[in-house]
């Protein structure tokens, strides 16, 4: 017989679930809307938020709930606390998701200057972690969550490269100032939404195996260069 | 006679307030260092972000230890869920802090050719808004988390204003771009230090009044243009 215990973890994994699909789609159209330059898929990322920040509530709730009225113990506790956990992160990627958003806003307004073929790449690498962390999560698999952690050291050096490569195109001329520096700004964002998908990835680790690997590996993950 | 989990509850408590202290000192440190050209100030963030790392994972793991072994319900399940909340955001916060020191390791590079007075104002309000929120958790001061949910208004636009200035500067002097770059980066990374007072202060209320007020406002705390 099923636990009611059980019976809420599974209702409030599978909203974090659909919540987490609603976070990638977001992720997804703000990249389209700079490699498109679609006005459409910007409003569409503010619209998903609204949807996200209501989901944000709910499994918050729902695990509240569940401490309160279970007393849950062990892998079950450890279960609630991750998701509450990536319930935060994944609301965050969907606030990053609004910011490239609206760096794209400010991209867009002049015809397009300045090289984004890293900045491509970049969201294409910051995309596979994302997927992954949230397979990972899925499918409680700890070593697909060890790999979302390898990642972010590649996409660290996108955005050094693009760094470095706008600052050159920008002193060379400074029509591109302005371009530059959303450039710049999109690819902070994707990188945050990156060490998001590394949290979610450590957090996996600590729901399935108990062990606690932040901090482990020198500066935390939010912690780069610029 | 104390419960355990009061006993518990104090201690959890206790550790996250002296860590709460130790990231402002890394907040007062990182606006020091550009604001006086110290490279003693950058090494001292460094040092305290180690230490506040080691803190994170300590309240983290009393908090599920209470979790698993006190059972709480109610208004003790309330405070300890925000104690695990305010406890990510103050370790994202010293992230922040170390952000911003290698911003100012950049910065300090040239010789100052772009005005931060501006930075300087923005900085104090942030350093207001951590304080405010600090005292708040301290003190339980629900009428006091409020005010810091007010104050991330001005701190908006304080980087509206930076951001605007430091491009006409850039664009007049190319000479100022790579500067100029690192000044907004600091004013980024200092609105984000407040979006994170801002949820320390939403989960003052929380835990006081039971009331979830995010996403409540219009767009989020870290959804701010650019």
Not at 160 to 189: H, S, T, W
Request: aromatic share 4%; hydrophobic share 40%.
């Amino acid at each position: 017989m099923l636990r009611n215990l059980d019976i809420g973890l599974s209702q409030a994994n599978r909203q974090l679930v659909a919540m987490a699909g609603l976070v990638e789609e977001a992720i997804i159209a703000a990249t389209h809307a700079w490699r498109q330059r679609s006005t459409a898929r910007i409003q569409e990322v503010y619209a998903i938020e609204q949807r996200v920040n209501q989901a944000h509530i709910e499994v918050d709730s729902e695990c509240v709930k569940l401490l309160a009225l279970q007393q849950p113990m062990a892998t079950d506790l450890r279960q609630i606390i991750s998701l509450i956990k990536i319930n935060t992160d994944l609301e965050r990627m969907v606030d990053l998701a609004v910011n490239i958003a609206q760096n794209t806003e400010y991209f867009l307004k002049s015809p397009p200057v300045i090289s984004t073929e890293d900045l491509s790449d970049m969201s294409d690498e910051v995309r596979v972690m994302v997927r992954e962390a949230l397979d990972a999560f899925v499918q409680k698999d700890e070593r697909l969550a060890r790999s979302v952690l390898l990642r972010d050291d590649k996409v660290d050096q996108y955005k050094r490269k693009i760094f470095d490569d706008v600052l050159a195109a920008m002193r060379r001329d400074p029509a591109c100032i302005e371009q530059g520096l959303n450039v710049i700004l999109i690819a902070k964002n994707l990188e945050r939404v990156g060490d998001h998908a590394t949290n979610v990835g450590e957090d996996v680790i600590y729901m399935s195996s108990g062990k606690d690997v932040r901090h482990s590996g020198g500066a935390s993950p939010g912690v780069t260069r610029r």
